[in-house]
């Protein structure tokens, strides 16, 4: 059974950069199936899809945070990394990482990692 | 990007009543459509993906529907267990966009 788990600090400076992972267990984050995606969620707020990635570097940004945004796999320890740099309050979110199938006509987020939460203050 | 906007936004309901959320894409999505349910403190749960097929594991009782813009989530009875926030996402176009969310509480 796939599971994720984020993990990084929990606050963060504003202008910083935000860092967090994303361990995969279960399976291969090399998978030829999977996308790996970061969506967060601002407290009391909906949820915004951030990026996503296939293991071997085709990437998808959300245009409104791409300037800051980049992603890197490690397969060697099956994770997934996120950095969001020049950071405000206003990145202050769940963030979780997700799971999206790569070769299939239609797109679904399954299965979640429990979110992690990072406030952004000094 | 396209907006998907959720109706709604809170609604109160008893044990056993039937219950439909409806969410509108600003744009036709083709069914392109997924809906999930979130718990307080808790990640989201996919319920339905392509606007109608049920994930493996989710009850029987939780159907959806639509195609175009507008999309329709329904709860047949509500369990203890379904007072929750659901929200739709299109995964038409990136940006990938989600619904603010639908409160469901107990009446």
């Known amino acids: 059974q796939l599971q994720l788990q984020e993990s990084g600090p929990g606050l963060v400076k504003p202008s910083e950069t935000l860092s967090l992972t994303c361990t995969v267990s279960?399976?291969?984050?090399?998978?030829?199936?999977?996308?790996w995606d970061w969506i967060r969620q601002p407290p009391g707020k909906g949820l915004e899809w951030i990026v996503s990635m296939y293991y071997s570097g085709n990437t998808y940004y959300n245009p409104s945070l791409k300037s800051r945004v980049s992603i890197s796999v490690d397969t060697s320890k099956n994770q997934f990394s996120l950095n969001l740099s020049s950071v405000t309050v206003a990145d202050t979110a769940v963030y979780f990482c997700?799971?999206?199938?790569?070769?299939?006509?239609?797109?679904?987020?399954?299965?979640w990692g429990q979110g992690t939460l990072v406030t952004v203050s000094s | 990007d396209i907006q998907m906007t959720q109706s709604p936004s809170s609604l109160s309901a008893s044990l056993g009543d039937r219950v439909t959320i409806t969410c509108r894409a600003s744009?036709?999505?083709?069914?392109?459509l997924n809906w999930y349910q979130q718990k307080p403190g808790k990640a989201p749960k996919l319920l339905i993906y392509?606007?109608?097929s049920l994930q493996s594991g989710v009850p029987s009782r939780f159907s959806g529907s639509g195609s175009g813009t507008d999309f329709t989530l329904t709860i047949s009875s509500l369990q203890p267990e379904d007072f929750a926030t659901y929200c739709c996402q299109q995964s038409y176009r990136i940006p990938y966009t989600f619904g603010q969310g639908t409160k469901l509480e107990i009446k």
């Open positions: 744009q036709s999505i083709n069914t392109y």
């Open positions: 392509a606007a109608s």
């Open positions: 279960g399976g291969s984050i090399s998978s030829s199936s999977s996308h």
């Open positions: 997700t799971r999206r199938p790569y070769g299939v006509s239609y797109y679904w987020f399954d299965p």
